[in-house]
């Protein structure tokens, strides 16, 4: 069942690949590329292919939301199938700012609801709920604790403090849980990666973002806040020291965005492209070097899904330890300015 289970997206692959032209015998020259983007990039519809008989494929359109909020800006915009990455983000922010407000959905939309609600499936009916017993019963149980106690132990009151950690544990444990899920919903066959939608990432790292001013603000205060953007440098520096300093509160967010995003995207073409070689090159043979390659990515990722989690996850407790040390930092000029005086 595990071999039929790893080898299922090549025979999915292979009609798409080896077309021949009606009325000759002759192949096709094979969009590799196209098809590798095809089946990476977001769509506003959701297709199941059937192995070796492409022709009763299943495809479910997703409904088409618009909302004119300048009549007539949605005729001007007409939906944009097929982006990815900075063209899909583009193409809807100059939506937006003519006046359309898009909210269709696509199928990494729906993959991202079909990870929250596996996400609470999970929590809801296999986190340890007995009050009266101490120990979990149960692998799965454990498991989840074990890792609860990761997020909270390792990252959280190591990089945030042991006074503030436990505060933001529950948004680190939702971010690491939620990111993981939609990893590893990508892995199966007609699924689709989530986190490798550049809008995705972007909109999980702007709510790392906006939880790391609150914390630096809650520390620090407004003013010690607002003070922290000169780095404590004479006013005459200040026209470069703001800009340098405010260059830096973004940097973080976008570092978040382009990791996650080109990590989970990164495996999934090398996957393709090496199933691909064998109809480049034409020859059944190459399968016998692509296909454990491609197998051995395959399991890579099961790795690297986890890994990118984590790393999202440890990053946003760093950020935001930074932002909650500022608060502190600030507390001690302000001793010492009293002690000196």
């Known amino acids: 069942m595990r071999k ?13 690949w080896a077309e021949e032209e009606a009325g000759e015998g002759t192949p096709e020259k094979h969009d590799v590329a196209g098809f590798i983007l095809h089946h990476v990039a977001n769509a506003q519809e959701m297709e199941f292919e059937v192995p070796l008989n492409p022709d009763k494929n299943v495809v479910i359109e997703l409904p088409v939301i618009r909302l004119s909020l300048v009549p007539g800006s949605c ?18 922010w100059g939506a937006l700012t003519a006046g359309c407000l898009d909210l269709s959905l696509t199928k ?127 006013p005459w520096l200040w026209p470069i020291m703001i800009p340098v300093e405010l260059l830096g509160l973004f940097t973080k967010p976008i570092a978040l965005t382009i990791r996650l995003f080109a990590n989970m995207l990164a495996g999934h073409i090398v996957i393709f492209f090496l199933l691909g070689l064998i109809f480049l090159l034409k020859s059944v043979a190459v399968a016998g070097i692509s296909v454990p390659f491609a197998m051995a990515i395959y399991f890579l990722e099961l790795f690297v899904a ?21 608060g502190h930092h600030h507390d001690d000029s302000h001793g010492e300015a009293a002690h000196g005086h």
């Open 4 to 16: 039929w289970f790893l080898i299922l997206p090549v025979l999915m692959a292979a009609p798409a």
């Open 75 to 92: 005729q001007a915009h007409p939906p944009q199938a097929g982006l990815e990455g900075i063209a899909d983000l583009a193409a809807s």
């Open 108 to 234: 990494h939309v729906v993959m991202m609801w079909l990870a929250l609600a596996l996400l609470l499936l999970v929590f809801l009916g296999g986190s340890h709920r007995d009050k009266s017993k101490l120990v979990p019963h149960g692998a799965g149980k454990n498991l989840l604790e074990m890792m609860v106690l990761f997020v909270r132990d390792e990252l959280a009151i190591k990089n945030i403090g042991k006074k503030d950690g436990p505060r933001f544990t529950p948004y680190l444990l939702t971010i690491f849980f939620f990111i993981l899920f939609m990893n590893l919903l990508g892995l199966i066959p007609e699924m689709a990666t989530a986190t490798g939608n550049l809008a995705i990432t972007l909109g999980l790292a702007l709510c790392t973002f906006v939880v790391t001013q609150y914390a630096s603000i809650r520390a620090a205060g407004l003013g010690g806040y607002l003070k922290h953007l000169t780095a404590g440098v004479a």
């Open 306 to 326: 986890l890994v990118q989690a984590y790393i999202f996850t440890m990053l946003s407790s760093l950020f935001i330890g930074m932002g909650v040390a500022m």
